[in-house]
């Protein structure tokens, strides 16, 4: 079913069509989250369940989205999300009260999950620079991320944290407890898988 009829349906009160609707955004917003969480947070959240909870939220607020296309469903879902994160680390932060300075304000949840968005729609071929070529890469970056939750986890991981992260092998490497030489192999490998696992859904 196209997006505009789900869209209609979920409206009229189908909460299956909603179901769906927003279920095509879940492997996109997964992603997103698993790039603010570091080692620390991962010991308390999983990005899996950030994403649940922000599903949840977006079920129960679903009628307060006035937009019509799929690049505002995206960025709704989007301050849900931000929303969400900032809700978890406000919770689990501050269980450490050792260091104030660990408490994460929402811009700047903002501004982290903004650059993410970016860097994951810089990952597809350059589609000119207006807007609205902006909001298709936008668009698209959602069939990016279904991609990247196709490939084993060390791959994904390897792809998120040196292309939504920006983080050197070095730092890779500490993340993963891994050497840098196993790390440069593992992206090289990963990016190959990455290559091969797209499917044209045309």
């Not at 969480?37 to 899996?48: A, G, I």
């Not at 929303?83 to 269980?95: A, Q, Y």
């Not at 450490?96 to 408490?103: F, G, L, P, T």
Request: net charge positive; proline share 2%; glycine share 6%.
């Amino acid at each position: 079913m196209e997006f505009p009829k789900l869209l209609a349906n979920a409206r009229a009160g189908d909460r299956q069509s909603l179901g769906r609707l927003l279920q095509w955004y879940a492997n996109y917003l997964t992603i997103l989250a698993s790039t603010q969480l570091d080692r620390r947070l991962r010991r308390r959240l999983s990005p899996s369940d950030i994403v649940q909870e922000a599903m949840l939220a977006a079920h129960q607020d679903f009628a307060g989205f006035r937009g019509n296309s799929q690049g505002e469903l995206l960025c709704w879902l989007r301050a849900i999300l931000i929303h969400t994160l900032h809700r978890n680390f406000k919770r689990h932060v501050t269980v450490e009260k050792r260091d104030i300075r660990r408490e994460v304000s929402l811009e700047h949840v903002s501004n982290r999950l903004e650059e993410s968005a970016v860097n994951l729609a810089a990952m597809l071929p350059a589609g000119g620079q207006s807007p609205s070529g902006a909001m298709q890469a936008r668009e698209r970056s959602v069939e990016l991320a279904n991609q990247l939750s196709r490939l084993r986890p060390a791959h994904r991981q390897v792809i998120t944290l040196r292309v939504l992260q920006g983080l050197s092998f070095d730092e890779i490497a500490a993340q993963m407890d891994r050497n840098c030489g196993a790390v440069r192999m593992l992206w090289l490998r990963a990016l190959e898988a990455f290559k091969t696992s797209g499917v044209d859904h045309r």
